[in-house]
């Protein structure tokens, strides 16, 4: 069975520009959720899905951030436009409905210039 | 403000010793407490979850109490071996409602040595 995946690893972009991030969860997990880790600091949760519907999206840091999650499978987190602080590891997570254990994606590394 | 602080920050120690790490929690309101296990470049791995009725929990040659009057967590590794070199990061559940929320410490960068 596949596990999370991330895509892409890595970005570098400069100030300004916008960056999309995609996750695709384990199959048939109906839960998504997205985290950042920035630099030296602890990870921090940004949003939840439940299918295609946000659950919970109380850690989103400002409106320059938008998720997305059509048809309740991958989901993007988009970033418009990228600014110097969000810089950082973005983590995609998802579990069944009633798990109590979230899959983590490898990560996407952010660098923002 | 719901906080996870973790000590040590960082330990070297030599294969087949054994070591402890510590999770020092303020969560409310409290659903269970996660350890998780991070490989350089990977996303963090479950080791164990305990809710507040469990003190212990083991995953192979790792173990986990809960002292959820003291609101303390401590991980402890047995005959580490170089594969347990990663980050080890403290997370705990708070269950607000209709959502769950993780609160993760900044973890315990673990590196075993010849």
């Given at each position: 069975e596949a596990g999370v995946t991330q895509f892409p690893s890595h970005s570098v972009i400069e100030k300004g520009q916008t960056v999309t991030l995609r996750c695709d969860p384990i199959s048939g997990h109906d839960n998504l959720y997205w985290y950042r880790r920035v630099m030296g600091k602890e990870i921090k949760f940004l949003l939840h899905f439940v299918k295609e519907s946000k659950q919970d999206e109380s850690g989103m840091p400002n409106n320059r951030f938008l998720a997305e999650r059509t048809g309740g499978t991958y989901s993007t987190l988009k970033v418009?436009?990228?600014?110097?602080?969000?810089?950082g590891v973005y983590f995609c997570a998802s579990s069944p409905t009633g798990g109590a254990w979230q899959y983590f994606g490898p990560g996407t590394r952010l660098t923002v210039t | 403000k719901n906080q996870v602080e973790q000590s040590p920050q960082s330990l070297i120690i030599l294969e087949g010793k054994n070591c402890t790490l510590q999770c020092n929690y303020t969560v409310s309101p409290f659903s269970n407490l996660r350890w998780y296990k991070q490989d350089t470049g990977r996303g963090p791995v479950s080791l164990t979850i305990m809710t507040f009725s469990e003190n212990t929990k083991s995953n192979g040659r790792y173990t986990a109490t809960l002292d959820a009057d003291t609101k303390q967590s401590s991980l402890h590794i047995t005959a580490s071996q170089l594969s347990d070199s990663a980050s080890y990061i403290c997370v705990v559940s708070a269950s607000t409602g209709t959502a769950s929320k993780l609160t993760f410490g900044t973890g315990t960068r673990l590196q075993v040595t010849l």
């Open positions: 418009q436009p990228a600014e110097l602080e969000d810089s | -």
